[in-house]
């Protein structure tokens, strides 16, 4: 099993930056894949960001240029740094980590959610 602890949301002014951090944890034997999607109320859950195990990433286009994930794979951590904050961008943010576990087969694992907050 995998489980994993987001941390980091809160609350900010537009133009502001917050950086969000998802520690994966359990049984891994390699983690492929690592991303964030948020969801807004009333809104179907979207990408935001998403990085693979060679370290190419991908942006939703409303984040690109503003926001830019990353990873430390010695602490199994994904990080979405946050910049240039909106108002569109307040939702609950959600890690998703996906690799293989130490016995044979796949995983995807989802955190708990974090609010983040872009108000004046």
């Known amino acids: 099993q995998v489980q994993l602890v987001e941390s980091g949301g809160g609350f900010v002014q537009p133009g502001g930056s917050l950086r969000l951090s998802c520690a994966a944890s359990g049984s891994i034997f390699s983690i492929k894949r690592m991303g964030w999607y948020r969801q807004a109320p009333g809104r179907q859950r979207e990408l935001v960001a998403a990085?693979?195990?060679?370290?190419?990433?991908s942006y939703a286009d409303s984040v690109k240029g503003r926001f830019t994930i990353s990873r430390d794979n010695a602490k199994n951590t994904v990080y979405l740094q946050m910049n240039s904050l909106k108002p569109e961008d307040t939702a609950v943010y959600y890690c998703?980590?996906?690799?293989?576990?130490?016995?044979?087969?796949?995983?995807?694992?989802w955190g708990q959610g974090i609010q983040v907050t872009v108000s004046s």
């Open positions: 998703n980590v996906g690799g293989s576990l130490r016995y044979p087969g796949d995983f995807t694992s």
């Open positions: 990085i693979i195990r060679g370290g190419n990433t």
